[in-house]
């Protein structure tokens, strides 16, 4: 087990985990790939299919501008939302990507950029390949990803993980299984938070774990706030307007009526999954949690814990964060979280169940207690097939 807290909460970019911070990344990587083998210089042009789901569903993903973004060398977690329309703009006028400080590619959209709904020949979904050419037409590398959900990108040549750094390191103690993980709290006396610290002890400190997981929770922050202060319309040919901050300017009416009306309550905390999905649909910057899709669900539970909750601490946001990665973690390592492979139950489902967990924890269940309200969070969203009784 080789996932960390920090890939199950990602900082990167709407509309889509999987349709744009995953091909984002898959082009950085194969950008990446060209510098390692000295390719760079001989590269004058690049293309890029999308195939599967992503060619179905990539233009309204934005998957397209999301590559040439990557090759461009920015990255989901450090590209500025604010800029990106004038990063494609650019290229799109003079045609060309300057994939790092001295090598310029031609780049024509029309061209280089291919919308396939075949499958590839991985037969996954979020499948991608991308060609670099020299000036004689000729191929010089080629090379195939698969985006599978959360933003986490696989190498379908080398059938290992992109995302995560060569020979990760071994945890501490290495849970596969709900069973396993509750093993190791009553063998240590530890709650699920302390034995995903352990986990994470294998890549930095505690200290920095911490920082980092609040600095995720500071962007989610920022999101919800993003999303409560923009009006207008979502991009898109519907005309789909925003509603979150019509909404706050309701509840903020009656602000301090929350305590005593659960159900105020629980428009407050609709109004934070609201509001960071209207980001994400528009671009915004938003964390994968752990998906784009579902990425409202955490930071409105969290949000309501840390507005609503007496005594909510950093601490408890930390325990919070960790606990649910727990619960990521064993999804992404048994099932999976991307919505081209298993639905809404793979990205919703999910996060609901992720942040039951979380809620739990932090309210002062215990790690039993915690397992059985993910679970719980889960059941609901599980999607039966409906059996046909007329014989």
Known sequence: MSISALDIFKIGIGPSSSHTVGPMKAAHMFVRVLLERALSHQAVRIETTLFGSLGATGRGHRSGEAVML???????????????????????????????????????????????????????????????????????????????????????????????????????LPFRSGAELLSLTKTHFRSIADVMHMHEARWRSQADTDAALLNVWKCMQSCIDRGCRTEGLLPGGFGVRRRASALLGKLTANKGKELSDPLRLMDWVNLFALSVNEENAGGGRVVTAPTNGAAGIIPAVLSYYDRFVEGANEQGIINFLLTAAAIGILYKENASISGAEVGCQGEVGVACSMAAAGLCAVLGGSPEQVENAAEIGMEHHLVSRPVNNWH
């Open 70 to 172: 990557g090759l461009a060398g920015h990255e989901p977690d450090a590209v500025d939302p604010d800029r990106i329309e004038e990063y494609l703009s650019s290229i799109a006028k003079n045609k060309k990507i300057s994939i790092c400080p001295k090598c310029v590619i031609d780049f024509d959209a029309a061209r280089d950029l291919r919308f396939s709904m075949v499958q590839h020949a991985s037969n996954h979904p979020n499948a991608m390949q991308f060609t670099a050419f020299d000036a004689n037409g000729t191929t010089l590398i080629e090379c195939n990803y698969l985006s599978v959900g959360g933003g986490f990108v696989v190498s379908a040549d080398m059938t290992t993980d992109a995302a995560l750094p060569e020979k990760a390191p071994i945890p501490a």
